[in-house]
């Protein structure tokens, strides 16, 4: 009968890895601020941010952070802006939101990544108040996090499914007006 040998370093080797692991998925979901850790679910981020569409724009803008970025890589092509601030974006948002009311997401996923980033996929749907067209996007951001909040959020999303809003200058319009303020 053979007997078998302790193998320090395969030993090792399982202890590292069961170590990385642990630490790893024991620090998914939060945040170092000032000496404390803030758990949160960065899942969750996406599908609060999707419901705060319908609740209004002060819901929208209370998950950012004061400091945040929001880009649309490809609003240029569209006359809109493509790189707001947190006080833009509420502007933006009060042109936009009225004109997609009750807007339905649909085939959601949240992909957390290292850092605080989550990546997300989703559908939206909602009918056009001004042009009674049915406006079908399939968008793709990403999701910045500090502190509990959005700090930076990149969507992108297809140019074409807007004509659905009307023409340049009606879409310009919904989401430039400075009266909106």
Known sequence: METKTFNPILAILIAVFLTTTYSVQSQKGQIETNNKTLTIDEEKIVQNLLEAFNLGTENVLELFHEDAII?????????????????????????????????VFSQVKSYPSQNHVVWAEFHGEVVIPSTNQLYKQDYVARILLKNGKIIHYKEYWNPLAVSAMGDHKEVNKMFNDKSKK
């Not at 609003?75 to 936009?96: E, I, M, R």
């Open 71 to 103: 880009e649309y890589p490809y609003a240029h092509s569209l006359g809109t802006p493509s790189k707001l601030d947190k006080t833009q974006y509420g502007n933006y948002l009060k042109g936009a939101l009225a004109n997609m009311p009750d807007i």
